[in-house]
C-alpha cells in the first residue's frame, strides 16, 4: 500500500510568487495533517483536516497559507506571495483515526529567494 | 504552553558507541511521548512511544522510558550503526491533537 505522498519533493520560487503543495494521503485515512520545519528549528503543526473539514487550523502562520481538501481526498497548501521566511520543510502527515499513529510523507522543501 | 526541548546536535559517535540523546518536556497534562526518525532522503517514522509515566518504548534496539519526576524521555542504544546516522525528534501529544515537536537532533555514526 502506498504512504503519503508529497509533491514536489523540492521547490525554488522567488519571493512573491505563488507556490501550490500537494499531499496524497494514505487511502482511507480522514486525518490529515501539515506540519512546517523552518531553518531547523522544531516542526510546527500548521492544520489538521478531517475528511474536507478544516479541525484545527491554529497553527497557520497567516492569511498567505491557504490550505484545501476537496473531497477529502488529497491536500494542497497554497502560499499566496511566498515571503522569504517561508523557506523550509513542508510535512504532510495522515491518520485513519484521529488517536492512531500518524504516517508520515517525505516532506517538500521550499525555498524562497 | 506545551514543549519540547532537545539537545543540540550534531551527536558524533563511532560504530558501537553508548547513544544518549536528551528530551525534556512541559506539560500541563499527561501527554503521550514519541521519538521519531528521518533517514536521509525519507520522511519522519515513528520509532517509538510510550503513553504513560514509567512505559518504557523500545524499537530496532533503541530504548526511551517516560520519567514523569524529570519530565523526561531520552533515547538511547547500547551499540549504535552507521545505518542509525539520522536525524531524531522527540514529540508529545495528547490523545486527539497535534504532535509538538523539539527542534530535532542529528546523529552521524562513522566506521
Known amino acids: 500500500e502506498a504512504g503519503v505522498t508529497q509533491f514536489p519533493s523540492h521547490s525554488v520560487i522567488e519571493k512573491g510568487q505563488t507556490v501550490t503543495l500537494r499531499c496524497d494521503p494514505i487511502s482511507g485515512h480522514d486525518n490529515l495533517y501539515w506540519y512546517r520545519r523552518v531553518m531547523g528549528k522544531e516542526i510546527k503543526f500548521l492544520l489538521h483536516?478531517?475528511?474536507?473539514?478544516?479541525?484545527?487550523e491554529s497553527g497557520m502562520p497567516n492569511n498567505r497559507f491557504l490550505a484545501e481538501r476537496t473531497g477529502g481526498t488529497y491536500s494542497t497548501l497554497k502560499v499566496q506571495p511566498a515571503e522569504l521566511e517561508d523557506s523550509g520543510v513542508y510535512f504532510c502527515?495522515?491518520?485513519?483515526?484521529?488517536?492512531?499513529?500518524?504516517?508520515f510523507g517525505q516532506g517538500t522543501r521550499l525555498t524562497v529567494v | 504552553g506545551d514543549s519540547v526541548t532537545q539537545m543540540e546536535g550534531p551527536v558524533t559517535l563511532s560504530e558501537e558507541a553508548f547513544l544518549t540523546i536528551n528530551c525534556t518536556y512541559t506539560a500541563t497534562g499527561y501527554p503521550s511521548l514519541f521519538w521519531y526518525v528521518q533517514y536521509p532522503g525519507e520522511g519522519l517514522q515513528l520509532l517509538l512511544k510510550?503513553?504513560?509515566?514509567?512505559d518504557k518504548g523500545s524499537n530496532k534496539g533503541f530504548e526511551a522510558t517516560y520519567r514523569k519526576e524529570t519530565t523526561s524521555f531520552h533515547l538511547e542504544k547500547g551499540s549504535v550503526q552507521v545505518s542509525d546516522s539520522a536525524v531524531y525528534f522527540c514529540a508529545l501529544r495528547y490523545n486527539t491533537d497535534k504532535l509538538i515537536f523539539g527542534t530535532g537532533t542529528r546523529l552521524q555514526v562513522f566506521p
Open positions: 483536516f478531517v475528511k474536507e473539514s478544516k479541525q484545527d
Open positions: 502527515a495522515s491518520s485513519q483515526v484521529i488517536s492512531s499513529e500518524a504516517f
Open positions: 510510550a503513553t504513560k509515566a514509567d
